[in-house]
Nanobody
Framework: QVQLVESGGGLVQPGGSLRLSCAAS???????MGWYRQAPGRQREFVAA??????????NFVKGRFTISRDSAENKVSKVYLQLNSLKVDDTAVYYC?????????WGQGTQVTVSS
């Protein structure tokens, strides 16, 4: 079983920054964790992911504005961060943490990011 808990969302002005965190509670040695987001009326979309080998992947819309990282103290992924910079109004969404184990996907409850002046 895997439980994912996100934190760090909030209200920020355009051009501002936020840092999201996601902690995994599990005995599994997770290989990768990532972030998705879903805005009202839109499909959930991939934001970023990182593996325990520190390989990263980003959605096309990120364009260098977001950075994913993880706690490096362990040889597994158990806590990840998503640094959001140069935020735009279009980045407003619920951001979900995601991972998988043995073909099963796990999701956090989501954290709201609102970008507004």
């Amino acid at each position: 079983q895997v439980q994912l808990v996100e934190s760090g969302g909030g209200l920020v002005q355009p051009g501002g920054s936020l840092r999201l965190s996601c902690a995994a509670s599990t005995s599994y040695s997770l290989f990768a964790m990532g972030w998705y987001r879903q805005a009202p009326g839109r499909q959930r979309e991939f934001v970023a992911a990182i593996t325990r080998l520190n390989q990263t992947n980003y959605g096309n819309f990120v364009k260098g504005r977001f950075t994913i990282s993880r706690d490096s103290a362990e040889n597994k992924v158990s806590k990840v961060y998503l640094q959001l910079n140069s935020l735009k109004v279009d980045d407003t969404a619920v951001y979900y943490c995601n991972t998988g184990w043995m073909g099963v996907e796990y999701w956090g409850q989501g954290t709201q990011v609102t970008v507004s002046s």
